[in-house]
């Protein structure tokens, strides 16, 4: 079974530095897609960035991209430029190719400093 | 940009009471889904729904929880005899089609259920 492990539980980061959040995965299969997911306080899910498992290029959004390493099924988000609206819970997330669900990982509450 | 809505926003009930919980998928969709997230945990699957049938369930998803489109526009979550474990934020989802399975899903803003 495919499963994501989060190990950073919280992180804090200076207003306007830079901060990495951790991602492992397990999983069997080669063809597959990686996502970060933002929870702010709101609760809504909102979609940050994905990685399809077979670009070896690393996706980026703006200030946000990830460090996609496929052998040591890695797979950690890094936020440039930190801003206060950047606090939120973090989720990495697994969808293989021919699955409906996605498996999530348990969150990185991250806090900004101002 | 098309939202999935869900109503309502908080719903508190008694314990052993029949809960229905709405959502409202983007309008072109047709891939419907809902998760759970207990307070502090992580978000967890329970179901996917495609075609007027469940595609996929989790264990979690037992006899007391049902799904229904019954309108063609409206996708609920129906859960009987709750018990206070079922409290949880349950977020519904929805996506296009299979082949967009690398975009991820669009979720609504959640229900937040509390039993009592």
């Known amino acids: 079974a495919q499963t994501v492990t989060q190990s950073q539980p919280e992180m804090s980061v200076q207003e306007a530095e830079t901060v990495t959040l951790s991602c492992t995965y397990d999983t069997s299969e080669s063809d597959y897609y990686l996502f970060w997911y933002k929870q702010p306080p709101s609760r809504q899910m909102i979609l940050v960035i994905r990685?399809?498992?077979?670009?070896?290029q690393n996706a980026t959004e703006n200030r946000f991209s990830v460090n996609f390493q496929k052998a040591a099924k890695s797979f950690s988000l890094k936020i440039s430029d930190s801003q206060l609206g950047d606090a939120a819970m973090y989720f990495c997330?697994?969808?293989?190719?021919?699955?409906?669900?996605?498996?999530f990982g348990k969150g990185t509450r991250l806090h900004i400093l101002p | 940009e098309p939202e999935v809505t869900q109503t309502p926003s908080h719903q508190v009930t008694q314990m052993g009471q029949e809960v229905i919980l709405r959502c409202v998928p983007i309008s072109n969709h047709l891939y419907f889904y809902w998760y759970r997230q207990i307070l502090g945990q992580k978000v967890e699957f329970l179901v996917s729904?495609?075609?007027?049938?469940?595609?996929?369930k989790s264990e979690i998803f037992d006899d007391q929880f049902s799904v229904e489109r019954p309108d063609g526009s409206n996708f609920t979550l129906k859960i009987r005899s709750t018990k206070l474990e079922d409290s949880a934020m349950y977020f519904c989802?929805?996506?296009?089609?299979?082949?967009?399975?690398?975009?991820?899903?669009?979720f609504g803003s959640g229900t937040r259920l509390t039993v009592v």
């Open positions: 990685q399809e498992a077979y670009k070896q």
């Open positions: 729904f495609y075609n007027n049938e469940i595609s996929e």
């Open positions: 997330a697994y969808r293989g190719n021919r699955d409906d669900k996605i498996i």
């Open positions: 989802a929805s996506a296009r089609d299979r082949g967009r399975v690398g975009y991820g899903y669009t």
